[in-house]
């Protein structure tokens, strides 16, 4: 038998027999926390930019106030109500001026109000109804409200805005709808949707407008190379000059890709050439496959695409250039892009090796602190914990308000009130029962970028207090940098299913941290997760590599079983072992062989620029193979160094 509070079971009674005319006599005749009646002058016809800016103060009411009263609880809920009945359709006397009243609380109850509220004006008052539904996606963005503001800013005639809204959108069908509505030719639609990388959507656009101009045979190129139709991408161009005063970058970028796929390479660099900026990383990469290897590094260098310039650095050392591969290297370390920690150990190796003390000491100073790429140099590594109480972003130690059961002071400013999103009424009525997940979840989405770090925190830390584990670890994983106390690393860095993972690791001679460490990056640890190459579960199982790896740990080989904690931990945690094994116990061999495969992994062993470990992650030319492995040693390093002495987990 489930205890149920006597308050939490008259709260469930209350609002079981709450009807919509009993909503509407208390959201009318209760007081609605933090509600105030607007002024009569805000919100006029006309008037769509008075809502105010995102995280705009407003001193007349608080995004949401703390419970004092089970009449507060009562009020929020029947206001909560009232907002289903209209939405539900019901046509109830008062809604107008009861959503108008609602719509101004910078909460879900105001989100909810303003959406419901602009949708009923979008007909005839398209002017308000723009008003609401730019409040209201202040608040939370949505495609609603998103579209909604598009449509009635094109319904008031405002019509150059309305066409932004509408790009930003694309390639929605009904922002395709409401451009075409605002008066452009659906060629111009067609180059809004390729911009886009929407070919599919623009091919099927240009086929509705039927016989097409030079320009829309240009769209249809471009349209038709994207989809890798080639050969029709050639054709539909054909006869339009290449210097005709239509052609534009993304054009003949276009075109040099499908020349480039019919072997027309000659063809392809002019293409590329006449592209112009647009077209030098394509232009370079067809130079490498042509054989003209130290042109091409010339021209990728130069590129803003921080992997085609760590393409450049490989072929660089290649050429036995290495004091290039070392200025292309300490350019990227230097740069906030994905290759930059790659970048920046590779250009310690070289400095090294090359014996430029100065350059390699550059680009140590490049390597995040407490990482994984100081212990592939053999140095002991402990990521940085910070002591005390969290700080908040100014630096200041951040106080507990008297009598807050939740989150500290905001820290927004002084004399402002803290921001108690864990007493939000949404969250309450959730808590208590009476309603949904979405309503506490929107109000914790409207709140989040008011919140300081150290009250993320605290939301990371009720998350994980109610089973919301992925909630709580993403929470907590976004402050990290910030805020790297002990209790921010333990809910990075949960450890879930612990007899589970203990038992696979002793029966397959696994350590235990780097199981977590795999299920952490590949799932999050979200046992239904499915990727979009369709990998299964915790560990990531695919279908096809789980039949096999069923049939070593005597488990079902359904693929719906592959969803079952256990027998996902059981199979991945083999497959480490059995890949640790055979690459000698190697951690990131084996961890690129789980995300890239073997015969990759094999494949990168051999390449020229391999002479020790520390050169392997150059050699592997998968992107998402070389992040994941970076990944997954960070956090078998915080597991291993942070983690394992808080006398909690395994081992």
Do not use: C
């Not at 054909?238 to 276009?254: F, K, R, T, W």
């Not at 091409?296 to 650095?313: C, K, M, N, Q």
Request: proline share 6%; hydrophobic share 40%.
């Amino acid at each position: 038998m489930v205890f149920v509070s006597p308050r939490r079971y008259a709260l469930q009674t209350l609002f079981s027999i709450l009807g919509a005319a009993t909503a509407v006599f208390l959201l009318l005749s209760l007081p609605i926390p933090g509600i105030k009646a607007p002024a009569p002058e805000e919100g006029p016809a006309g008037q769509i930019d008075k809502a105010p800016a995102a995280g705009e103060a407003d001193s007349r009411r608080p995004p949401f106030s703390p419970l004092s009263e089970e009449a507060d609880l009562l009020s929020f809920g029947a206001a909560y109500r009232f907002l289903q009945e209209v939405e539900g359709g019901n046509q109830m006397p008062g809604a107008r001026s009861g959503l108008t009243t609602l719509a101004e609380q910078r909460n879900a109850l105001g989100h909810l109000a303003g959406r419901l509220l602009a949708r009923h004006l979008l007909p005839g008052e398209p002017a308000q109804a723009a008003f609401y539904f730019r409040r209201a996606d202040k608040l939370h963005s949505t495609r609603e409200t998103r579209l909604g503001l598009a449509l009635a800013l094109s319904a008031a005639g405002r019509v150059e805005e309305a066409r932004e809204s509408f790009r930003n959108f694309l390639p929605d069908p009904a922002a395709v709808e409401g451009l075409l509505r605002t008066a452009l030719s659906p060629i111009t639609v067609a180059r809004y949707l390729n911009d886009r990388g929407a070919f599919r959507e623009a091919m099927e656009l240009l086929t509705i407008v039927g016989t097409l101009g030079p320009e829309g045979r240009l769209e249809k190129t471009r349209a038709l190379a994207g989809q890798g139709k080639h050969q029709e991408a050639h054709d539909a161009a054909d006869g339009i000059p290449p210097d005709s005063s239509l052609m534009y970058p993304a054009v003949h970028l276009a075109l040099g890709k499908a020349h480039e796929a019919l072997s027309q390479n000659r063809s392809a660099l002019r293409s590329y050439q006449a592209a112009g900026k647009a077209g030098l990383e394509a232009q370079g990469r067809l130079l490498l496959q042509m054989g003209q290897r130290l042109k091409a590094a010339e021209i990728l260098a130069g590129v803003s695409s921080s992997e085609a310039r760590w393409l450049a650095g490989r072929i660089y050392e290649e050429l036995k250039m290495p004091e290039k591969a070392l200025a292309v290297y300490l350019e990227l370390g230097s740069e906030p892009v994905r290759v930059a920690d790659q970048a920046a150990f590779r250009a310690l190796v070289l400095g090294r090796r090359l014996g430029d003390g100065d350059r390699a000491g550059r680009a140590e100073g490049m390597l995040p602190a407490g990482s994984p790429w100081h212990e592939r140099l053999g140095q002991e590594v402990t990521p940085e914990v910070e002591e005390g109480k969290p700080v908040t972003e100014e630096g200041e130690n951040q106080p507990r308000v008297e009598g807050d059961p939740g989150i500290a002071g905001s820290g927004s400013g002084p004399g402002q009130q803290p921001i108690d999103l864990l007493s939000a009424p949404g969250i309450k009525l959730w808590e208590a029962g009476v309603t949904g997940w979405e309503l506490a979840e929107l109000e914790i989405e409207i709140a989040r970028s008011s919140l300081s770090p150290a009250q993320l925190l605290e939301l990371a830390e009720w998350y994980s207090m109610r089973g919301l584990s992925y909630e709580g670890l993403r929470e907590a994983a976004a402050v990290l940098g910030r805020l790297p106390t002990i209790d921010t690393y333990r809910l990075a860095y949960p450890t879930p299913y612990r007899d589970i993972v203990e038992k696979a690791a002793a029966e397959f001679s696994v350590d235990p941290w780097l199981i977590y460490a795999v299920a952490r990056e590949e799932s999050h640890f979200r046992a239904f997760a499915v990727s979009r190459s369709g990998a299964i579960g915790l560990m990531q199982i695919m279908p096809s590599t789980g039949k096999w790896l069923a049939g070593k740990v005597n488990a079902s080989p359904d693929v719906l079983s592959f969803f079952n904690v256990e027998s996902n931990i059981r199979m991945g945690s083999w497959y480490l072992a059995y890949l640790l094994k055979l690459f000698n116990g190697d951690v990131d061999h084996a961890l690129a062989a789980y995300n890239g495969g073997n015969g990759s992994v094999a494949r990168w062993l051999k390449d020229p620029l391999y002479r020790e470990p520390i050169d392997f992650s150059r050699t592997i030319t998968f992107l998402e193979t070389r992040e994941y492995v970076d990944k997954v040693r960070q956090s078998y390093l915080v597991y291993r160094k942070v983690i394992a002495p808080l006398d909690r987990g395994p081992g």
